[in-house]
């Protein structure tokens, strides 16, 4: 994947070669998409991000979520481009969203998860809508300075954590102009008043993302922090709308937005934890269950990210570090080995709360064995091991993991 991806960068930058030229946007009369051999040779280059996509298992099946996507989605679609954008859902914790010039409109499971309300989901999409109405990738490709977008890419490259994943999604948009990205932003918010939607509460959507990212991200890391900073377009935004007409009230609808959105909560932490994002995910389950505050399974996802930030000391100071916009130093990664010990009793108390909500549930078990085995404690680790194996039955795919364990001393 990550080869395929760098091909189409160096094939945009080629494509740079040409020359600019006017670029209608879909919605002028006549107008249509793989007009030009530039523009066609675009159109196969991000088909195959999708099959790429597609083929790297990146497309998140979930059909409710997906209704209620094209719903909103296809509300704020002029009619001249209706039915030519898709809207997709990207099994990936990172909050992000992109959108392809074929119409490929992708928004992250991490993006989802985030969102507080309907108004901000309208807002995200008609802003990555608008890009592909407005042709951005094809207008870029023409006339965009070559080393600035290879420079990009390669900072990209050395991201690390995550970096495979978000190598395409990051290509892809690389090149939009602060300017398109305004154009961007200001006809998405357009789009988005025209269906109905509260402005403010769609503007609010830079607010979330940003308190979403560490600070240090805000100007690099995620797409929505490209070129006009998070903080710059809430505040053009908002400029914007104090000197537009007052328009009736909008719809928010954040009930509707969290109830859609909670079944994926527990996907997100699953993946930041898979992802070795383990503070990312600590933070977000502390959002999560205020949120949904009975559920069981938050405090046990929990313990997995404390269990992975003691057992992982190197990633979690790269993610620390990275957070910070730091390079990783050998102190930073002492700091969490010294911390192991904490950390254990900590993942240890956060899965005794997890069987607390819900005793049958077998991960809690299996956590309360695992943190106390590693914390050198067969007596509280046995039994507790002891009753995963029982409860998780047929299911514990790790069954012989835990029955050497059950058998050695921690090392
Ligand atoms: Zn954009």
Not at 59 to 71: A, F, G, I, T, W
Request: net charge neutral.
């Amino acid at each position: 994947m990550r080869g395929r991806a760098i091909l189409l960068l160096v094939i945009l930058v080629t494509l740079s070669g040409c020359g600019m030229s006017s670029v209608k946007p879909m919605t002028a009369p006549g107008a249509q998409l793989g007009e030009s051999d530039d523009e066609r040779h675009l159109l196969s280059l991000a088909a195959e991000v999708d099959d790429d996509i597609r083929r790297a298992g990146l497309l998140y099946d979930h059909p409710p979520l997906q209704q209620y996507l094209d719903k909103v989605g296809r509300s704020l679609l002029p009619p001249a481009v209706d039915g030519q954008l898709r809207f997709l859902i990207l099994r990936s914790p990172v909050i992000n969203a992109m959108a392809l010039p074929n119409g490929s409109v992708y928004v992250s499971l991490g993006l989802l998860a985030r969102i507080e309300n309907e108004a901000q989901l309208a807002q995200m999409l008609a802003h990555e809508a608008s890009h592909v109405i407005f042709r951005h990738s094809l207008a870029h490709a023409r006339g965009s300075k070559a080393g600035a977008v290879v420079a990009e890419v390669a900072e990209i490259a050395t991201l690390g954590i995550g970096a495979v994943m978000r190598l395409p999604i990051h290509m892809a948009v690389s090149g939009y102009s602060r300017s398109q990205e305004e154009e961007a932003d200001r006809h998405g918010l357009q789009l988005a008043r025209a269906a109905g939607y509260d402005a403010t509460a769609a503007v609010s959507l830079y607010d979330t993302v940003r308190n979403s990212l560490p600070a240090a991200l805000d100007d690099r890391s995620s797409i929505y922090a490209s070129h006009p900073t998070l903080r710059r377009r809430s505040k053009y935004l908002r400029r914007e709308l104090a000197r537009a007409a007052p328009a009736a009230a909008g719809t928010v609808s954040a009930g509707e937005l969290l109830a859609r959105t909670e079944s994926i909560q527990r996907e997100y932490l699953r993946l930041l934890v898979r992802a070795q994002q383990f503070a990312t995910a600590q933070e977000s389950a502390a959002i999560i269950e205020a949120r949904m505050p009975s559920e069981a399974w938050i405090p046990c996802l929990l313990g997995d990210a404390q269990i992975g930030t003691a057992q992982h000391p190197e990633a979690a100071a790269f993610e620390q570090a990275h957070r910070e916009g730091k390079k990783v130093t050998d102190e930073l990664v002492e700091s969490f080995r010294s911390r192991r010990t904490e950390m254990l009793q900590t993942a240890r108390q956060s899965y005794r709360r997890c069987a607390d909500a819900d005793p049958a549930r077998a991960e809690a078990q299996r956590g309360i064995g695992l943190a106390s085995h590693l914390l050198d404690d067969p007596a509280e680790a046995a039994p507790a091991l002891r009753s995963y194996l029982a409860a998780a039955g047929a299911a514990a795919s790790d069954r012989r993991f835990i029955e050497h364990l059950l058998t050695v001393r921690p090392q």
